[in-house]
């Protein structure tokens, strides 16, 4: 069992910075290294938006197309935790953001929430002036 606790979360105007932290605990050394972690988004009457990925044996990230250029999505090995910077922010990045984990999960399956059995309880992100 791996639990998931989001922070970082708040209030921040258009163009600002914002980083959320995901600290994961509960699974063996030898499992992280077959982890992934994901970083998922929810506005309200949206679906559940794909943000980014990382795997963190090998490092491999992905980026939904709506962050790329604008977040990046990082790890620190001794802490269990990963990190997602988030730059140059715009209203449109308004919602509640999900960390999720899940273990040997493909390189090409990584955007598919479906793919992860963990979930944090989400933290809330608004941009606004």
């Known amino acids: 069992q791996v639990q998931l606790v989001e922070s970082g979360g708040g209030l921040v105007q258009p163009g600002g910075s914002l980083r959320l932290s995901c600290a994961a605990s509960?699974?063996?050394?030898?499992?992280?290294?077959?982890?992934?972690m994901g970083w998922f988004r929810q506005a309200p009457g949206q679906e559940r938006e794909f943000v980014a990925a990382?795997?963190?044996?090998?490092?491999?990230?992905v980026y939904g197309d709506s962050v790329k250029g604008r977040f990046t999505f990082s790890r620190d090995n001794a802490k269990n935790t990963a990190y997602l910077q988030m730059d140059r922010l715009i209203p449109e990045d308004t919602a509640v953001y999900y960390c999720?984990?899940?273990?040997?999960?493909?390189?090409?399956?990584?955007?598919?929430?479906?793919?992860?059995?963990?979930w944090g309880k989400g933290t809330q992100v608004t941009v606004s002036s």
């Open positions: 990382i795997r963190w044996n090998g490092g491999n990230t």
């Open positions: 509960g699974a063996s050394g030898r499992n992280f290294r077959n982890i992934a």
């Open positions: 999720a984990a899940g273990f040997g999960i493909i390189l090409s399956s990584m955007r598919r929430h479906d793919q992860y059995d963990y």
